[in-house]
């Protein structure tokens, strides 16, 4: 994983964290522990880094409540 691909991935985090209402420690083992993050963020970040905030948090929140993460 490059820098820019770090740099997403803490901006997802950050602002998922934001939207949730959770800590960034959370929202990242949340992520981390059901596949989201490196079996969907990572390898689709060249698409999802083109997504404006709204939509990106949107899609992520819809992918964790399918996932049954969060509520």
């Known amino acids: 994983m490059?820098?820019?691909?770090?740099?997403?991935?803490?901006?997802?985090?950050g602002n998922l964290s934001e939207r949730l209402g959770l800590s960034q420690r959370a929202v990242y083992h949340l992520l981390e522990e059901s596949g989201i993050l490196y079996e969907y963020i990572v390898p689709s970040y060249d698409v999802l880094h083109t997504f404006g905030k709204d939509?990106?948090?949107?899609?992520?929140?819809?992918?964790?409540?399918?996932?049954?993460?969060?509520?």
């Not at 997403?8 to 985090?13: K, L, N």
């Open 2 to 13: 490059g820098a820019a691909e770090i740099e997403f991935v803490t901006y997802c985090i």
């Open 55 to 71: 939509y990106l948090m949107d899609d992520l929140i819809s992918y964790m409540r399918e996932k049954e993460l969060v509520a």
